[in-house]
């Protein structure tokens, strides 16, 4: 079992930061990309940031120059940095990973969901 544990969540003004991370933790052989996904009420989930085990990154369009995930892969753990936030990034983010859980399984984990409220 794998499990990802999120943190970081709260409420922040416009213009504000905020970190999150997420850890990993169980049966984990080696943990090849991690990212980050946020669901805004009426709106698809969708990505915000990736980073592969070559610590190569993508964002949103949305996101580009604001935000930078980044990875400690001796802590198994991802992290998102946000600054610049405004009331479109108010959503629920959650924590990604793809995992091989042995030299032969692998699987997608989903952390639990961290509250982000962009308010003045």
């Known amino acids: 079992q794998v499990h990802l544990v999120e943190s970081g969540g709260g409420l922040v003004q416009p213009g504000g930061s905020l970190g999150l991370s997420c850890a990993a933790s169980?049966?984990?052989?080696?943990?090849?990309?991690m990212g980050w996904y946020r669901q805004a009420p009426g709106k698809q989930r969708e990505l915000v940031a990736i980073i592969n085990s070559g610590a190569g990154t993508d964002y949103a369009d949305s996101v580009k120059g604001r935000f930078t995930i980044s990875r400690d892969n001796d802590r198994n753990t991802v992290y998102l940095q946000m600054n610049r936030l405004n009331y479109e990034d108010t959503a629920l983010y959650y924590c990604y990973a793809y995992i091989h859980t042995t030299q032969r399984d692998w699987g997608q984990f989903w952390g639990q969901g961290s509250q982000v409220t962009v308010s003045s």
């Open positions: 169980g049966s984990i052989f080696s943990i090849n990309t």
